[in-house]
């Protein structure tokens, strides 16, 4: 497997930061997932924008520009043969001093790794848990994808514990955030739902994918704050995220979901897109 | 300088770890920072012993007892010839597969740094300023210093654009938390007065030393849940933390704070212990 790192193209056994990165010091750092198909990874415009905007609120400065990450990115596919895979970028502060605060002169890391997709042949549908662990209703880092990531790691780690496989995050208003992973969305009658953002929420790729979806096949969304009790009522359940797109919900905190044919709707559109964008 | 990384001892540039180091990828890991005087770290086994309650909640299996890292860090002050310093020891959960669900089999990574430590004969003073970032109130992973540190970090830097040392941390209910660094005390008459531990605030190593002292010296102490304008009444604000110690707050939000003698009796005593347990 070859890394790219900072301009290189390396073995994985090369692909090495220093202990005192930032990233790895105080995750002092941003990342992006995305999914390659075909050999181009989809929606990259999308996800670099919102590294960019996480950078100039961190005051990163990333030492390559979206076009040349995107170029480097073709490079790495070609190289590893993996025309279907997951992309992951990550940018960090880079090596710098002990100490929280940020040194204005340290060098960023930038690193791309590619991994095994999710096989397409092997639909998934989650069981879905409430997590013990509540979000920061009001946080100004909240729409940006940091890698101080612990709380997520947690909520899966919880999750897998009681058997699941993705946990549903509350803010701490009580109302229903994101899932540790993705965005959620809940199907009521005839609209599709989802939590508007700046509420602990992070604004996905494919949740904004979702929306457009929607509007291209004339079904109703609705951006709605919700207590999890309410989700009960839904007529269906479904995680959107890079990495596995759409994924049904098919139990939420160990009762069966209703599954609405809408949400294989909304499914097939979005992997018809996944292939047209692809070529 | 030399580096305790895995059991061994590598030079700065042999110090790395992988691109797939949980503590990379997701700020998943813990730390700690503790002061190196004569030789020795002060109060390790605290550090240590707060370490290991956050990887047995993390379910991070460490390498090393704190036995054994008390012995590694006597021989990486030794052949650093730095027995003036800071250490930092910082356990992550190890090279790992991309996504948040943590794996029971990885291998964790422990590291050990020394760091410059600050100078004794220029005592600090800090400014300090109210925080835009707010901390969760009901926090299960509150009790723990993970790596996961980018409110810190960006807390810092918030400070740091207005002029100031430190950022005042206010949780989500509204009440005074801690520091971006520290805990928070201050002096209301005769009492010695900091917040409670369990609504966002981590339970300082230094925090429990100044009880403790307050206790020899036949100080009063309090812990009372506060909401930041309360503080322009108290006669005299401090921080504690490991790498500093004791560190008076000469203005809170641009005003001039109040100094209070009894935090300069508490700042000998908490000096004389640190020399006096070097020995």
Redesign the interface.
């Known amino acids: 497997m070859v ?1 790219f ?1 900072n301009g290189q193209f390396v073995s ?1 056994a090369g ?14 750092g941003l ?1 992006e ?1 995305m999914r390659v198909v075909n050999g181009r990874p989809f929606r990259m415009a999308q996800h670099l924008e919102r590294m960019t905007r996480g950078a100039d609120f ?2 990163i400065k990333p030492p390559f520009t979206p076009r040349e990450l995107e170029k480097f990115s073709a490079q790495l596919i070609g190289q590893n043969q993996m025309p279907d895979a ?1 992309l ?1 970028v ?1 940018l ?1 502060r880079g090596p710098g ?6 040194d204005a002169e340290s060098e960023p890391t930038i ?1 791309m ?1 590619l ?1 095994a997709a999710p096989l397409q042949e092997n639909p998934v549908e989650w069981s879905l848990v409430t997590s ?10 909240s729409p940006f994808k ?12 919880e ?2 514990e009681k058997g699941a496989d993705e946990a549903l995050l509350i803010n ?1 208003n009580g109302e229903v955030a994101e899932t ?2 993705g965005n959620l969305f809940w199907v009521y009658g005839e609209q599709i739902c989802t939590t508007p953002t700046g509420r602990g929420v992070l604004p996905g790729i494919t949740r904004a994918i979702v929306l457009e979806i929607c509007q291209m096949l004339g079904l109703q969304t609705n951006k709605r704050v919700i207590k999890p009790e309410a989700l009960r009522n839904s007529q269906g359940l479904f995680v959107t995220q890079s ?1 596995f797109g759409i994924v049904p919900i098919a139990s939420f905190d160990g009762e069966p979901v209703a599954f609405s044919p809408l949400v294989d709707q909304i499914s097939s559109a979005y992997n018809d897109m996944l292939k047209r964008e692809a070529v």
Do not use: Q, W
Request: aromatic share 8%; net charge positive; proline share 5%.
């Open positions: 890394v790192l994985e692909a090495v930061v220093s202990v005192n990165d930032r990233g790895f010091m105080y995750g002092d990342f997932t961190l005051k997951i992951r990550t960090t001093k002990r100490g929280y605060t940020p690193v790794t991994h013990s662990f509540r979000i920061p209703a009001a946080d100004p880092l940091t890698t101080s990531k612990i709380l997520n790691v947690m909520a899966r780690a999750a897998a701490t540790a992973s990495a």
